[in-house]
């Protein structure tokens, strides 16, 4: 239901954009997250954005990360510039129907990690 694409391998101070790419649901009444998980770690929130457009950053990430989405294409995407090592993780896509808490769809994963 969530396809993630755009993961790879970049050296720190460098670019990366993901997308994410929803099917069977009408992405018009859900928000739209990203999250990551590390080796090691749990998994945590990224970036999340509502379908009206208001997006919500972690600390980490703020500033540096942006969220945006493509109602029409049904696709959220996550730009991340000036990438630090400790942004490697296995980043995720999820949607969540507005008006609940807990996300239900949840893309694969792609890869991302930041070389030094």
């Known amino acids: 239901q969530l396809q993630a694409s755009g993961g790879g391998l970049v050296q720190a101070g460098g670019s990366l954009r993901l997308s994410c790419v929803g099917t069977g649901f009408n992405s018009d009444y859900y928000a739209l997250g990203w999250f990551r998980q590390a080796p090691g770690k749990v998994r945590e929130g990224v970036a999340s954005i509502t379908s009206y457009d208001n997006s919500v950053y972690s600390d980490s990430v703020r500033g540096r990360f942006t969220i945006s989405r493509d109602n029409v294409k049904s696709t959220v995407y996550l730009q991340m510039n000036s990438l630090y090592v400790e942004d490697t993780a296995v980043y995720f896509c999820?949607?969540?129907?507005?008006?609940?808490?807990?996300?239900?769809?949840w893309g694969q994963g792609t890869q991302v990690t930041v070389s030094s």
């Open positions: 999820a949607a969540r129907r507005l008006g609940r808490s807990a996300y239900e769809y």
